[in-house]
């Protein structure tokens, strides 16, 4: 059996052993004593005998002869009492002396027990607040650490000093289309191992010690190499903290908002996908001396629920991109994150709109022709309306060199309001036209009318003057087969008895509108009613599919 506590251990044999000592103590010799019998005379005189062999030979004749003589029934029955009575065997006595052990072991469990309490109060008063203050004391005294030599590297080998980053993406606030550029909030950590900075952990109860000011440790030189804007964020205190384990492990975490470069291609906008670098490399360190690498296992987390306004985050891929100049190479770091657009913002904003507007320019080709105001004030303010959308859609946009994709969009959807407005235009042209030649024909009938009516007027006045006597010639009423207007009908006749040729349905519906110079304009309506809405179908289904089979391109790529 083995009794343990946080101050040591007791052994059985160390208790067995204390138990022993005790049993050699005089309470229990006395009590040994009364619990035996009392011997008789002669018994004592035999063992005084014993105990004093040196007594005179006188006494011994004496008491030789004393034994010799004959006893009386009283003494021998009380001698044979007494001999009758046994001796507290082995046994016996080493029973007593296992219940005497007994209490004594439990005393000694009760005193080592009351050590070790003691032992683990005095631990709890322990103040690891100022051992820590020790610690730092002892590696970061004054003459035993400087900040500016980097550590060592690998294994406390020459080589240069390995950082290793990992970032937590806390937020991302915009994406600016115009400037190129968005604002991100991250915790940004960096680990290395500077074996200057060990210290005793207590046993395993100090397991790191924590600092607040970066200046009191090397520090790398990392910066952002896109960065435009940055700043820390300091209240209620400054965000950041630094971790010395007791291996030399440094940890530097700090939370910072960025406003980071993202060059961007537009020319799918707004069905585009847009990659912006995190970039990150050491200002003034070569690879020779500092080398970043990005942590083994999930360098970069994303806060869950991260809400984009107009995009979404679909994934992100770490690499790096060391840098050669003419001072050295430097170790890079760098994320890329993909957006991809929401395009349902732009289907609801201008697409559906710009197709209204369309549409709405189209009603003038069911207006009369006649209804000048009418189909004047449509088409200028549907046209004016296009042209204020394509002009909103600019504004947030830069202004880039090249086509983008909602450009064509309201390019063509401009081009047809235009048009419409063109057509009333060329109708109003051609009714106006028919009109001055149906007047004119008006005219010029009238005048032959009267022409002829005075050409009567002036034979039938000729008839008179003449002789009463005269004769008139009459027109044979049967025609000789040379009659020219006998072969004339007979012509009709044959035309008419010619088999009926297949109808065509295009000239079967443009037959409706006579060809009068006055119906001109009403059949210009009639075709664009159908030519318009078959283009502009026509001009979406190779839209759509140009621009969504170029997002599913780059989407693979």
């Known amino acids: 059996m083995r009794v343990f506590c946080s101050c040591g251990s007791v052994s059985a044999s160390h208790i067995s052993s204390a138990a022993g000592a005790a049993e050699a103590a ?6 040994w004593k009364s619990a035996q019998p009392k011997p008789s005379r002669k ?35 009380r001698s044979l009492h007494h001999r009758r009575l046994p001796r507290p065997s082995d046994k016996d006595a080493s029973h007593t002396t296992l219940k005497m052990g007994s209490g004594h072991f439990f005393w000694a469990i009760f005193y080592f027990a009351s050590l070790c309490s003691a032992s683990l109060a005095n631990n709890a008063k322990i103040n690891f607040r100022e051992k820590e203050k020790k610690v730092l004391d002892q590696i970061l005294g004054a003459g035993k650490y400087d900040a500016r030599i980097r550590p060592s590297g690998i294994n406390g080998t020459d080589g240069p000093a390995v950082v290793r980053v990992n970032i937590f993406v806390r937020s991302i606030s915009k994406i600016d289309d115009v400037t190129m550029e968005y604002s991100v909030q991250l915790t940004f950590r960096e680990q290395w191992t500077d074996e200057r900075l060990k210290f005793d952990d207590i046993q395993g109860r100090l397991k790191y010690l924590t600092l607040t000011e970066a200046n009191r440790v090397w520090m790398p030189d990392l910066f952002f190499s896109n960065e435009k804007e940055g700043h820390f964020h300091n209240i209620i205190m400054p965000n950041v903290y630094i971790r010395i384990f007791p291996n030399g492990s440094v940890l530097y975490s700090i939370r910072i908002s960025l406003t980071l470069a993202c060059p961007m291609n537009l020319k799918l906008y707004p069905l585009d996908r847009q990659i912006c670098s995190l970039r990150m490399a050491s200002y003034g360190w070569t690879t020779n001396d500092l080398v970043f690498l990005w942590k083994e296992g999930d360098p970069v987390q994303v806060v869950k629920n991260l809400h984009l306004p107009r995009f979404t985050l679909e994934k992100f891929l770490t690499d790096y991109c060391n840098s050669k100049t003419n001072t050295g190479e430097y170790s890079c770091l760098k994320v890329d994150l993909l957006f991809k657009r929401e395009f349902s913002y732009y289907l609801i904003q201008i697409y559906i709109p710009c197709c209204m507007l369309v549409i709405v320019s189209w009603v003038s080709f069911w ?13 200028v303010t549907t046209l004016l309306t296009m042209a204020t959308q394509t002009s909103g859609i600019n504004a947030s946009l830069p202004p880039v060199s090249y086509t983008k994709a909602i450009d064509v969009w309201t390019g063509v959807c401009l081009t047809f309001v235009f048009g419409a407005l ?18 004119m024909h008006k005219e010029n009938m009238k005048k032959k ?32 087969p040379g009659d020219p207007l006998a072969l004339e009908k007979r012509l009709q006749c044959e ?49 759509w599919s140009t621009y969504l089979f170029r997002e599913e391109e780059d989407e693979t790529f």
Not at 367 to 379: E, I
Not at 465 to 476: G, I, L, V
């Open 43 to 77: 018994i004592q005189q035999r063992q005084k005998a014993e105990t004093a062999p040196e007594a005179a030979p006188e006494e011994a004749e004496a008491a030789a002869a004393t034994e010799e003589k004959p006893r009386s029934n009283s003494e021998a029955s």
């Open 367 to 379: 207006l009369d022709q006649g209804a000048v105001p009418a189909r004047v004030s449509l088409g």
């Open 495 to 543: 035309v008419h008895m010619q088999a009926p040729k297949r109808p065509n349905c295009c000239k079967t519906w443009l037959s409706k509108f006579p060809t009068r110079q006055c119906s001109r304009s009403k059949r210009i309506d009639v075709i664009s009613r159908i030519t318009f809405p078959l283009v502009f179908a026509l001009f979406n289904l190779v839209y």
């Open 26 to 31: 005089p309470f229990e010799e006395v009590q």
């Open 422 to 439: 063109l057509e009333f235009a060329l109708v109003n042209y051609a009714s106006r036209s028919g009109l001055n030649k149906a007047n």
């Open 449 to 480: 009318r009267r022409d002829l009516e005075q050409a009567s007027l002036d034979a039938a006045s000729d008839l008179l003057d003449t002789d009463s006597n005269a004769t008139f010639a009459m027109k044979p009423l049967v025609r000789h």
